[in-house]
């Protein structure tokens, strides 16, 4: 299967969990690229008038992953305003994950895997996994590994 992971990783956390399923998802036969999506600004903070520096195309993908940081209890905004500026994720199997620092999930993580959702679903993506990271939580690594696990469980 072709599959897309598309990245927006402010710290490098987000990054970092990226590239283990896709090593997890190469070793399982599947064809993955890494994207990543960045903006002019990069300062975090910003959430008006973001310019994006990269705009990964999604067309020759089956599965695309979207991953995010979460960014004062939502969705980052540069994940966001990539998201949004897409045509079309029609035809498309669209799972995604998030990083956050704070333990709990309702702190942010599941807003932001719900915009995520809600944005693709408009664009025709069929919704598949989810995944949160707690980055300060000190099950992070088996956070990050039954992740791994579930999105390579194709």
């Known amino acids: 299967m072709k599959i897309g992971i598309i990245v927006y990783s402010h710290s490098g956390n987000t990054l970092s969990v990226a590239e283990k399923l896709k090593e997890e998802l190469l070793k399982a036969g599947h064809s993955v690229d890494l994207e990543k999506v960045n903006a002019v600004n990069e300062d975090p903070n910003a959430v008006k008038n973001i310019q994006l520096a990269s705009n990964p195309d999604t067309s020759s993908y089956e599965r695309i992953i979207f991953a995010s940081p979460v960014n004062a209890f939502s969705l ?7 998201l ?7 035809g498309k199997t669209i799972d995604c994950f998030v990083t956050q620092q704070l333990k709990k999930a309702w702190m942010g993580g599941n807003h932001a895997i719900k915009q995520i959702q809600t944005i693709c679903s408009s664009k025709g993506g069929k919704l598949g ?21 579930s999105f390579t469980a194709l």
């Open 129 to 149: 996994k989810t995944g949160n990271v707690h980055w300060s939580s000190i099950k992070r690594e088996e956070q990050i590994n039954d992740l791994v696990k």
């Open 76 to 82: 980052a905004a540069v994940m966001k305003t990539y």
């Open 84 to 90: 949004s500026q897409l045509q079309t994720l029609e």
